[in-house]
Nanobody, 123 residues
Framework: QVQLVESGGGLVQPGGSLRLSCAVS????????MGWFRQAPGKEREFVAA????????SYADSVKGRFAISRDNAKNAVYLQMNRLKPEDTAVYYC????????????????WGKGTLVTVSS
């Protein structure tokens, strides 16, 4: 079993930056492609970004391309989401996720979820 714990959320102004962290424990961290999802108030959970085990292949939702960057540090058993030029529509609970493969990095196929960290973008 894998446990994921997110941190780093908070209140930021539009145009600001925030870095989310996800601490991973349990099964070997390098076994799982890692990803980030988010769920805005009243909306369905949606894919944000994913990274393979080597940290060399990343995928992003169109809405965050060029603004967000996912990374991982296997030595520290951690995955990160650097969020820049934040917009009010980025406001959501952000969830760390682990999947069996990059191809299964979808809401329905994620194997392990964190409990989320809230990001609020507002003036």
């Amino acid at each position: 079993q894998v446990q994921l714990v997110e941190s780093g959320g908070g209140l930021v102004q539009p145009g600001g930056s925030l870095r989310l962290s996800c601490a991973v424990s349990g099964r070997p961290f390098t076994m799982y492609p890692m990803g980030w999802f988010r769920q805005a108030p009243g909306k369905e959970r949606e894919f944000v970004a994913a990274l393979n085990w080597s940290g060399e292949s990343a995928s992003y939702a169109d809405s965050v391309k060029g603004r967000f960057a996912i990374s991982r540090d296997n030595a520290k058993n951690a995955v990160y989401l650097q969020m820049n030029r934040l917009k009010p529509e980025d406001t959501a609970v952000y969830y760390c996720a682990a999947a069996s493969s990059m191809a299964t990095m979808t809401v329905g196929a994620v194997r392990y979820w964190g409990k989320g960290t809230l990001v609020t973008v507002s003036s």
